[in-house]
């Protein structure tokens, strides 16, 4: 049973790696594979509960707030009458989303992304998992990042040299969603590294990997991903320097800043030219998606004309089309604002779901950031300014609508909520002595079993 529970949790970090790697995973051919992998995971998952006697699940809050917008998403899909007759047509179904085919399918994405999160939660469940994670982490992030400055060169408009786009980066078909991707794989060890959670013989691989990182994240020339990133660097700021003396804090700020100064100069010294004139260039692009300012414009027009229910959770492009006042040419089929278009396809109710987590988000990360444990702590520092750093880089972009991205966030979400939990095999530091537990705190993980619910054995139900 030990065995099934470890491919189970190796299972999810290789889909994380391989969703990156296949464009990120938004196209149907790689969703449909992506479904089914996660179909064989859960069953997995089963068999394994079933083998043991009892089904562990997690009871964390962060799940809730995904599963209730996939709820809601289906009650948008309920027919309730029917619309007028329409070029001939009658008997078309009324319902609360403009696009009930769009809805069904984003209902099913965020199951299967709730599945996803719920079974990292739970596997989660030893101090020595979460170091394998952050060595995930740290390690695909380093190479992923080196792979993507080299097809920059070799390849800069071609991802594997085969699919051209207009602006790739790695392996992400929109530069912006690699920046949102390495704005969290940045953020684990540099948290680490700057709450002194890094042990002597690591921190030169830590701190090389994170040059390497924030190089390729400059070279993407994503604007949204510098502003994220700088976000991040300053909640990693505030959550480390506040219990540190003046001579800490100073040590602090000079290495955070000859490290800002080396990446700065290494995308330089790598990119040439070109590798921060593609701020500039994104700013002064042609395509109509680079207009923020208009389509937020008519965002909020979409927002007035279906409030209180939203237009359909994944139906923004047909709400977007009647109230554009461009010539029409350019579907926009995203707000670039993630607070907006949660309001645009879910109304009062998506803003209510949204208010949830993000609350739930506040109070994890003000919690588990002050743990005792320095492992931990420094995990959920990291952790905390990924999330945060996407977090702030949803007001320009809708990068959490991409699968690997959202897989790599939910990821940072599991950490975060596992660093506040104490486990028999934690290290009271971090080289490695043991840890002798006062009080062991209870975790938020539970065996269906011991609830009184429901229990799966070899006989049938108990």
Known sequence: MKFLNSSIFVSLCVIVAVATLAYGTVHQPTLAIFYLVMTSVAIIWLIAGWAKGELTFSRHIFQ?????????????????G????????????????LSPFDTLMSALHMLVLALFLGLVLATIDRASRIEKIVNFILIFGFAYAFF?????FLSPTRIYGVLERLSPFGSFVNRHNFAAFVE????????????????????????????????????????????????????????????HGKKKKFLLIGVTAATMIVIVAGAIMIGGETSLSRFAETAEAGDVTTDRLQIWTITLKVIAAHLPFG????????????LDTFNGLSRVEQA?????????????????IAGVFLYSVFVAIKRNTRVENGFRRGVAVGAAAGIFAVLVHSLFDFVLHTTAV?????????????????YDDDVQDIEGRPHRHRRRRKASVTPLASSGNVRIGRGGDQ
């Open 64 to 80: 809730v707030p995904l599963i209730a917008a996939a709820i809601y998403a289906l009650v948008q899909i309920i027919p309730f």
């Open 82 to 97: 029917s619309l007028a007759e329409t070029a001939g047509v009658s008997g078309i179904p009324r319902t609360l989303s």
């Open 148 to 152: 993507a400055i080299l097809q920059s």
């Open 184 to 243: 969290m794989t940045i953020a684990v060890p540099l948290g680490m590294l700057m709450s002194g959670a890094v042990r002597r013989d690591r921190k030169l691989i830590y701190i090389t990997a994170v040059i390497w990182m924030g190089i390729a994240l400059l070279m993407s020339g994503s604007r949204g991903g510098l502003v994220a990133m700088l976000a991040g660097v300053g909640l990693i700021f505030l959550l480390t320097t506040r219990a």
């Open 311 to 322: 237009a359909g959770i994944g139906a923004f492009g047909q709400a977007y089309t009647p």
């Open 336 to 352: 670039h604002n993630d607070y907006l278009q949660v309001l645009a396809d879910a109304g009062l109710i998506g803003a209510v």
């Open 406 to 422: 959202t897989l790599m966030f939910m990821v940072l979400l599991g950490l975060l909520a596992a660093a506040g939990r104490k």
